[in-house]
C-alpha cells in the first residue's frame, strides 16, 4: 500500500518575492543596531547642558568652570579693592561649542556675581529663582503651541554648584535658606570652595557637620534617595552621597610635576595637583557632572522639576498670556494648586525600599 501523499502547500508553490529571502535563512536581525542609529543621530544633532555656579565673590567660580571643561569658558577677573561692590545680583551667561572625538556640547554657564556679598542679604536668592523659572516658562511657551519647532532650544538650568565657603564650622543661615528653596526647583550639587585652605581632618570635619545640616534642614542635593532606579544607582550614589560636599580646587595652570605637566596651584609649600585625589576631589565633582550624571541630571530637571513647575502653570492657564499659535486649555476648577510630584515619586520609592528591607 502506497502512502499517502500530501497535497504541497500553497505557499510553498508560489514563487518566492526576489526581495524576501526564505525564513529558513534568515538569521541575524539587528536589534541592537538601534543603539548604533541613536548614536549617530544624537551625535548629529549634539548636546546641551546649562550649568549655573552659585557662591560669593572670590570662591573661584571661574576658574573652577575652566578646570571642569579645560578650556577658557570664563575670563577669572582679580579681586579689585578700589572698584565698588555692585549693589544688586546680576546674572552673566555665556555660551560655548565644546567639541571632543566628534561630540559637540552647547554648554551655557551662567554666574551670579553680587550673590552674599552685601550687609543684607535679604531674598538675595530671588534673581535666581526667577531667572530658573523664566527658563521654565520659555520652554512651556515654546512646548504648548499649536505649530512648534521640531527641536524647543533647551536653556532649563540642569544644574546649579552651589560653593560653600571653606569656614571650617557649618552652613551659614544664608546657605541653608538658599538650599532649602533652590533644591526644590533645580538639581543642586554644594562643593567646600578653595579646599586648601582646610587641612585634611578640618575637611572631613566640616564635611561632616554639612551633612548633619543638610538631613536637620530636610535638604534634598543631587543626587536625591528618592530617585534611585535600581540597586546599582543606589550603591552609585550612595556613595557619592557619602563624599557630598565635594572640597575642590581649581586651577587652570599648569606646573611641570616629576617630569609630568599637571593642573594644580602653586604654592610655597608645593603645588597643588588639582587631579589628584590625595589632594582634592575634584574628579570626583567632574565625573559627577559629566562622566556618569550628565544625562540624569538632564532627565531629573526635565521629569521632574520643569514637570512640576508645568503643572502649576496649567492648572492655571486661564492666566497665561494669549500669544500666537495659543491652545485654549479648560479652566480647573477653583482650589489650590497641584502638589508636586516629587514627593509622591520619593514616598513611593521609600515604601519599595522598606518592603526590600522587610522581605
Not at 518566492?16 to 551625535?43: C, F, H, N, W
Amino acid at each position: 500500500m502506497e502512502p499517502m501523499r500530501q497535497s504541497p502547500s500553497p505557499c510553498s508553490s508560489r514563487p518566492s518575492s526576489p526581495r524576501t529571502l526564505p525564513y529558513e535563512t534568515l538569521g541575524y536581525v539587528g536589534i541592537d543596531a538601534v543603539l548604533d542609529q541613536l548614536k549617530i543621530k544624537a551625535m548629529k544633532m549634539g548636546f546641551e547642558f546649562n550649568i549655573m555656579v552659585v557662591g560669593q565673590s572670590g570662591l573661584g567660580k571661574s576658574t573652577m568652570v575652566n578646570t571642569l571643561f579645560k578650556s577658557k569658558i570664563w575670563k577669572s577677573t582679580a579681586l579689585d579693592l578700589e572698584r565698588p561692590i555692585p549693589q544688586t545680583l546680576k546674572l552673566q551667561s555665556v555660551t560655548h561649542i565644546i567639541e571632543e572625538k566628534g561630540v559637540k556640547l552647547k554648554l551655557t554657564v551662567t554666574d551670579t556675581p553680587g550673590f552674599g556679598d552685601q550687609i543684607n542679604n535679604d531674598k538675595c536668592w530671588d534673581p535666581i529663582l526667577g531667572y530658573i523659572n523664566q527658563q521654565y516658562e520659555q520652554y512651556l511657551q515654546e512646548e504648548i503651541l499649536i505649530t512648534r519647532q521640531r527641536h524647543i532650544p533647551d536653556t532649563r538650568v540642569h544644574c546649579c554648584v552651589y560653593f560653600v565657603p571653606p569656614t571650617g564650622h557649618c552652613l551659614r543661615p544664608l546657605d541653608i535658606e538658599f538650599l532649602q528653596r533652590l533644591s526644590q526647583t533645580v538639581n543642586v550639587v554644594p562643593v567646600i570652595a578653595r579646599a586648601d585652605s582646610l587641612t585634611i581632618e578640618e575637611r572631613e570635619s566640616f564635611r561632616r557637620r554639612i551633612q548633619h545640616n543638610l538631613r536637620t534642614h530636610c535638604i534634598e542635593v543631587y543626587p536625591q534617595k528618592c530617585f534611585d532606579e535600581d540597586i546599582n544607582d543606589r550603591i552609585l550614589n550612595s556613595k557619592i552621597r557619602d563624599r557630598i560636599p565635594f572640597a575642590v580646587v581649581g586651577a587652570d595652570r599648569e606646573h611641570l610635576v616629576n617630569g609630568r605637566c599637571v593642573l594644580g596651584r602653586k604654592t610655597k609649600w608645593g603645588i597643588i595637583e588639582v587631579e589628584n585625589l590625595a589632594h582634592c576631589e575634584f574628579p570626583l565633582l567632574r565625573d559627577l557632572l559629566i562622566r556618569s550624571h550628565l544625562q540624569d541630571l538632564k532627565d531629573i530637571t526635565h521629569n521632574v522639576h520643569y514637570e512640576n513647575y508645568r503643572v502649576c502653570r496649567l492648572n492655571e492657564s486661564h492666566q497665561l498670556p494669549r500669544g500666537p499659535g495659543w491652545v485654549n486649555l479648560a479652566p480647573t476648577p477653583g482650589g489650590p494648586l497641584a502638589t508636586p510630584r516629587t514627593s509622591k515619586v520619593c514616598q513611593q520609592v521609600q515604601d519599595d525600599s522598606e518592603d526590600d528591607e522587610e522581605c
